[in-house]
């Protein structure tokens, strides 16, 4: 587990232990400063919705925005 070091004494030591609830408890070994870490949960990526609009023969369009590119962006 990667780890940011200590706010007190900025070493990178630390004795890490997972509790029941789901959060971290890390303790640095050099001054015993004792910091607690929620679990991360991963969001999911929200869908763009499609746009539907009739063409003049009758047909439906699905209009779908693009991603730009950096080449798109300088201009």
């Known amino acids: 587990m990667a780890m940011y070091p200590c706010n007190k004494c ?4 630390w004795d890490s232990k997972k509790e029941d609830d789901g959060t971290i408890t890390a303790t640095c070994r050099m001054c015993d400063n004792e910091v607690n870490f929620e679990k991360k949960t991963k ?4 869908k763009i919705p499609k746009l539907k609009t009739k063409c003049t023969c009758g047909v439906d369009l699905i209009i779908r925005e693009t991603k730009k ?3 798109q962006l300088k201009k």
Request: proline share 0%.
């Open 69 to 71: 590119k950096e080449s």
């Open 43 to 46: 969001t999911k990526k929200q």
């Open 10 to 13: 900025l070493n990178n030591i």
